[in-house]
């Protein structure tokens, strides 16, 4: 490689204004989607084999997935971070932590920490940051995975799911006859996710995967939880307004999924990882200086060893 640095691995186009406006939408529910909520809940059960006590817990874009509830019983006595870039969403989140004033009392009454919406993590604000369905539909990967490196403390530990490049295959051959663009991005496979997290600074990624197959009775059921999912971000799509006939061309071709059982299916595969954020590396010169901060991190890190 002639000693030239390898840049971050090169990631799947996403249409940055409509994953924008799909990220409010799904916000202004008071509902995180019922995959997301499901996949929260895979994410939790993996918990336990990550042993951390955090005292500050930095979810990124929480509006985006479930799971709050959750990690608040695996750690009560710590803070929650929410992690929220776009001004409009961090607005309704903290209009909703005012609504639940009395909660929030309650929680501190038996102990429990309370919630701060940031837009921006602060330097090692946390030692857990978890991400639920939020990846797969970031246009900039590698700053988002910067940022998470970024707002963890030295062996914090990251928790992520998204979508994996197996998800929603059956309508590309549809979408392609029909001659309507792509039904979505060509989401990012986990080995290039692995290599994106090793680029930003992470240790050691664990990636695994698994595939669900959905089904609907009704092609108006698959649309609407494929529109609550997050619709379709990628920047080749379709433009323009539908028409009505375009809809019925639609509900008619969607009845190609349709299998043996009566039911309309798609595939979904669905990518975990985890990862740690090691003790920094310095850079070997005649001479290195080092910081006392970084004195400090180095020092902390060799005693729990």
Not at 249 to 255: I, T, V, W
Not at 271 to 291: C, R
Request: aromatic share 6%; glycine share 8%.
């Amino acid at each position: 490689m002639n000693g030239e640095e390898l840049g971050p691995p090169s990631t799947q186009q996403i249409d940055a204004g409509a994953a924008r406006r799909q990220r409010r939408r799904m916000a202004a529910s008071e509902q995180a989607p019922w995959l997301h909520d499901e996949v929260a809940t895979r994410m939790l059960d993996r918990l336990p084999v990550i042993r951390l006590q955090p005292t500050a817990v930095l979810q990124s874009r929480p509006s985006t997935g479930g799971g709050d509830a959750g990690l608040r019983r695996h750690y009560p006595q710590a803070t929650q971070l929410w992690l929220e870039p776009d001004e409009d969403v961090r607005a309704l989140q903290q209009q909703r932590l005012k609504r639940g004033f009395m909660q929030s009392v309650m929680d501190k009454l038996r102990g429990s920490a309370g919630t701060e919406v940031i837009a921006e993590p602060p330097a090692a604000a946390a030692q857990l940051l978890w991400s639920n369905m939020e990846l797969h539909g970031e246009a900039d990967k590698p700053a988002l995975v910067a940022q998470w490196h970024r707002g963890l403390e030295v062996e914090g530990c990251l928790m992520f799911s998204c979508l994996g490049p197996d998800s929603f295959i059956e309508l590309r051959p549809i979408f392609a006859h029909e001659g309507w663009g792509p039904p979505s991005p060509d989401w990012v496979d986990m080995h290039d996710l692995g290599d994106l997290l090793v680029h930003a600074g992470f240790a050691d990624p664990v990636m695994d995967q698994e595939h669900l197959r959905l089904t609907w009775r009704q092609p108006e059921d698959l649309l609407r939880d494929l529109r609550a999912l997050g619709g379709n971000v990628a920047p080749a799509r379709m433009k323009g307004l539908r028409s009505r006939a375009w809809r019925d061309r639609l509900m008619r071709a969607l009845e190609s999924l349709r299998g043996a059982d009566g039911l309309l299916s798609l595939s979904v595969e669905l990518v975990y990882g985890h990862a740690f954020k090691p003790q920094p590396k310095l850079k070997v010169a005649a001479t290195t200086e080092v910081s006392l901060d970084q004195m400090r991190a180095m020092v902390r890190g060799a005693g729990k060893h």
